[in-house]
Structures are given as C-alpha cells and as structure tokens.
C-alpha cells in the first residue's frame, strides 16, 4: 500500500513536470498549428534568464516571472517579423522555429559561454509523509502546474476570450468574417506559449544543470506529449500525455535501463502516431 | 561530340562540368584538400538524399544523420570482425541493406496510414534519436561513447587485383567513382517515370491517387531509397573517417543536411550535393577563423534563405540565366 502510494506521488511529480514543460509547446501546437522546434531553446533562454537574474539578486520568482515575459517578447517579436508570414505553410514555419533554436543556442553560447550552472534550489527541504519524503521544490511547480492548467482551462471555457479562441480552431474564416482579430489572436497565443516555455525553464532550472542543449531533451519528449495527449486537448491531452510519456519512462527503467526506457519511449510514440494520430485516449 | 554537347541540356553540361572539376582537383591540388574533399563528397550524397525526398517528393526527414550513421557502423564493425574475406564490400553492401530496410519499414508503417507530413518529421527526428541512443549503448558492439576505430579498406578482386585506399590519391577517386555512379543513379532515377510520379505526389498527392497510383508505396520507396544513400555515404565514410561515434547519428547533424539542402536548393539535386560540399568546406573555413561565430552565420544565413530564396543558390542561379536569355522571362517560382 505503501509503496503503491509512493509510486502514485512520484508518477504525479513526473507527469505536472513533464506537463509543465510541454504546456507552451501544446499551446501553439493545439491552437494555431505551429510545430515550434524552437520550443526547447526558449525553456533554456527561461533558465538563462532566471540565472541571470539570481546573479542579479533579484527574487527566485521575480526572476522566473521576468524570465518568462522576457521570452514571451522575443517570442512575439519572432512571430511578428518572420512567423506570421508562414502560417500558412507547415513545412516553412517548422524550419524557421528551428532556425531559432540553432541561433539562440549560438548566442547562449556567446554570451553564456558553454559551462555547466547551477540555479540553487530556492526551497529545500522536503515534506515528510511518514511513508514518504517529497521534495518540496518539486511539488510546488506541481501545484503551480496544475493551477496554470485549471485556470488556462477556466479561460478557455468560461470566457468570452476563450470562445473567441474557440471559435477560431473550428473555423478561421468565419471567426474573422465575425469580427475577430485573427491575426492579433495567433500573435497572442504564440506569444503566451513563449511566455510558458520561459517560466517552465526557468522553473525546472533548480532541478537540472543549466547548460546550452538543455531544452533538447525537454523538445522531442514534449512533442511526444503533445501528439499522445491528442492536437488540440491542450487540458487534458497534456496531462495524459505526460502521463503515458513520464510514466512509460519510469516504469520501464525500473526494469531496465535509462537509455532503453527512453528506445523504449520514442518507439512507442512512433507506433501511437501511426495508429491514433488524434491521440490516445480522444475521439475522432 | 559537338551534337552530344549541344543535345544535352544546361544542367547536365552544369553536372559534367563539375565531376569533371572534381576528377581533376587531385592533378592540381595536394596535401589537406586530397584527404578532406572525399568526406564533403559523401556530405553531398547525403544531402542529394534528403533533397530527393524534400524537394522531389515534398517530404521533410530529420532522420538522414541516423541513416548516415547505421552506414558507418555497418561497415565499422565487419571490417572490424576480419574472419571475412572482401569485408570492405560485405560492410558497404550490409550498410545500404540495413538503412534501405529500417527506411522501408518505417516509411510503410507511416505512410501506409497516411500520417501528415509533419507527423513524419517528427517520428523521424525519433528515429533518430533512437538510434543515437542504441549506438551510445551497446558498447559490446559499437563501442559505447568512445566509438568505434575503422580501418581504411582495401578492396580486392579475386587473389590477383588488391586495391588499398590508405593514401589518399586512391582513396579521393574511389569515393569519386562511387559518388558519381550513385548520383547518376540517382539522376536516372529522378528523371523517370517513377521520379515524375514523385512530382505530382509533391504537387498533389490527391490527384496521383485518382489516377490509381499506390501514392503510400511510391513515398516509402523513395524514403527507402534515400535511406540507402544515406548508408552508402555513410559507410564509405566510416572507412574514409576511421572512426565512428555516436554523434554521427545526433539530430544536430541531421539539421545540418537541411542547411545544406535549403542553401545549396531543395528542387536541385546538383544543387543539393554542392551544398554539402560547399557549405560543409565553408562551415569548416569559418570554424578555423571564428570559431564562435561561425554556427550563428550559417544559422542566419539559413533563416534568409527559408525566408527569401525558397530555391536556394540553384534557384537563384537558374532565375539568372533564365533572365539573361530572355528579358520577358517572368519567375515561374516567386510570381
């Protein structure tokens, strides 16, 4: 009983993390279908930035907000010189986000440099629940995690913000023939999908070395997240999504190693893209 | 000879000319060149096969690296496994059979399902990692993280003709010899029926589907075939390199092929293969003379080229002669 519990916490620290990295990434994807390779190099600008900050004496979670509106901007600067242009072709936009992953990582590392950081963990400690010791630090990003997801969710489904944007995913042209922005809104959402990448850098940042390819890894394990989870439930899908990714991975290296829990992993997301593309627990 | 000259058209005289520039480099040139230009030969062939795919079929992978890097082992570990006789050809053969069936399988379980271009991205950006990760792990047989040592292989024929590529003159016209025989393959292959078909999948794969064409065979047997380039390649330059490891598979090399694809320019495969080598020698050029700023330049470079010059340098260069023989000559790309 004990240790099923313990597994359960662990499961649900790995899933809010994971779902936390993903859930700008679901953001853009979901709404305005941009596969944003760059995803991972702007989690890494976030935890630049936080360091930064910290090195500045600014607060924790000063840093980690200011980290968040900073990439939030470069994103909507990014979006509105070249990204606008090509929403309209898949390929073009894949290529240009991945542009900027190889030239942000360049310019972190000129102005970085290539060394290791470390972001001090801001709350130590762990809770003790007899049975089991969590991390503190750990399951605060999990309640913030599930508190950016509610309330993205309460925005999403019970505003009038959010039925514009609604509205927009089932059909574009008559949205605009409506009189909504479209293209202020695309502006918006990919902007406030920058603006989480920032944060959940910044705020996995005391949990990892700081270095420039650590959003890599974060990258094509959000991807997988996204696509599981299903294009488009950006609520539920990136909690099932992290769900399957995170808990697969935990599960099978505990009977094997890491690298092949990872094997493991891809492989499994290439067979769910072939057979639920929509995702795997969604309707058609 | 003057009839044959005038019958074939701009780009293939183009093509000859530049086989023929590289057939002649060893007579005027020595030293570095001689051993480094055959490993930017191979980058061509490389980027020829994902230009196949990218601009002849209208497909992105970002798995070529991982391709590359199968080849590599492959001929790594049965040259190095020496109870074989002939294993030079045996590990170039088992290099093309292993991509072309892993490609193929892939390719099938994806496109037979009809998955959307940029799922197939994704899942081949997996693939790759996949194979990174396997190379980094079996270190029984690939040597882990530290890599694996490759003899420069001699090639014979029966007792009598043995061949050695140790230096570097004969090694230059082997990888010559064969990057020419599998471009001109390549070329023949594209300017068939089977490469039109390829076309109008690009343009509409609806319409090819109308028309009663298996549209899900023809892109699996390209994919199939531009994985086996790609462990050619990368088997020849196992041997040429003398050693392999697992960062020939990451997803960072296989972007650089993009690079190269999109400057050299993605509807051109003689294009295509110039990239490799031209971009490949430049990034190594500015990698000895900046070697901070050199990644950002290219990186830049390649955002200008995605966002102004869809044709890459072919493009532009065919733009120009094009406007140079007629003055009403309207671009046909950029309306």
């Given amino acids: ?284 | 000879m003057q009839n044959v000259l005038t019958k074939i058209s701009g780009e293939a005289k183009f093509e000859l000319l530049i086989f023929l520039a590289l057939a002649s480099i060893p007579l005027v040139f020595s030293g570095y060149i001689l051993f480094i230009l055959p490993q930017y030969m191979l980058f061509g062939l490389l980027a020829v096969s994902l230009s196949i795919l990218w601009g002849l079929t209208g497909i992105i992978s970002f798995g070529q690296a991982g391709f590359f890097a199968i080849g590599a082992y492959a001929i790594g570990i049965v040259v190095k496994s020496t109870f074989l006789m002939n294993s030079a050809i045996l590990g170039i053969l088992l290099g093309i059979i292993v991509s072309a069936v892993i490609a193929g399988v892939v390719g099938y379980f994806l496109f037979s399902a009809k998955v959307k271009a940029t799922y197939f991205v994704l899942a081949t950006l997996a693939l790759s990692i996949i194979i990174e990760q396997l190379a980094k792990s079996q270190k029984e047989i690939t040597g882990g993280w530290n890599g694996l040592f490759v003899d420069r292989i001699s090639i014979s024929f029966g007792d009598l003709l043995e061949y050695s590529l140790f230096n570097d003159i004969p090694m230059y016209y082997f990888t010559l010899l064969l990057t020419t025989i599998a471009y001109a393959l390549i070329k023949f292959l594209t300017t068939s029926n089977f490469g039109k078909i390829l076309r109008g999948i690009r343009e509409n794969e609806d319409r090819i589907l109308a028309l009663g064409y298996n549209t899900s065979i023809y892109k699996t047997l390209i994919f199939c075939v531009s994985g086996a380039l790609a462990g050619f390649a990368g088997s020849i330059y196992g041997t040429h390199a003398g050693f392999v490891d697992p960062s020939l598979a990451r997803v960072l090399f296989s972007t650089e092929v993009i690079v190269w694809v999109a400057i050299g320019g993605r509807n051109s495969i003689i294009g295509s293969f110039l990239g490799g080598i031209l971009v490949a020698s430049l990034a190594n050029y500015l990698n000895s003379i900046t070697p901070e700023y050199w990644q950002l330049i290219i990186g830049i470079v390649f955002i200008a080229v995605v966002i102004l010059f869809k044709g890459g340098l072919a493009g532009g260069l065919e733009e120009i002669y094009h406007r140079l023989k007629s003055k009403n000559y309207v671009s046909a790309r950029n309306p």
Avoid at chain 1, 12 to 23: E, N
Avoid at chain 1, 208 to 231: A, H, K, N, T, W
């Fill in chain 1, 1 to 284: 009983m004990e240790l099923a519990a313990s597994v359960l916490l662990d499961t649900t620290l790995i899933t809010l993390t994971l779902a936390l990295a993903a859930f700008g990434l679901a953001i853009i994807y979901g709404l305005i279908g941009v596969i944003n390779m760059g995803h991972g190099a702007m989690l890494t600008l976030g935890a630049y930035f936080t360091w930064a900050g910290l090195q500045l004496e600014i607060p924790f979670v000063l840093s980690v907000i200011l980290s968040g509106f900073i990439v939030g901007f470069i994103g909507l600067l990014f979006e509105h010189w070249i990204i606008k242009r090509f929403y309209n072709s898949p390929y073009e936009t894949l290529l240009l986000t991945w542009a900027f992953f190889l030239v942000t990582t360049e310019l972190i590392k000129i102005v970085f440099g290539s060394d290791f950081r470390t972001v001090v963990n801001p709350y130590p400690g762990s809770i003790d629940l007899g049975f089991y010791k969590i991390p503190t630090y750990r399951t605060l990003i999990c309640v913030f995690t599930a508190f950016v997801i509610l309330s993205t969710g309460f925005v999403f489904f019970r505003t009038s913000t959010g039925i514009k944007i609604r509205a927009m995913i089932q059909n574009r042209e008559m949205a605009s023939l409506l009189g909504l922005n479209i293209s202020l809104t695309y502006k918006i959402i990919f902007g406030f999908g920058c603006f989480m990448a920032g944060l959940a850098g910044g705020l996995v940042a005391p949990m990892l070395s700081v270095s420039p390819y650590m959003g890599d890894m974060y990258l094509v394990r959000s991807f997988f997240v996204v696509i599981v989870g299903g294009i488009g439930q950006i609520l539920s899908g990136t909690i099932i999504g992290s769900f399957v990714i995170g808990g697969l991975e935990t599960i099978v290296a505990l009977f094997s190693d890491q690298v092949i829990a990872q094997v493991a992993v891809f492989f499994f997301a290439i067979v769910i893209l072939r057979i639920r593309p929509q995702g795997i627990f969604s309707e058609k």
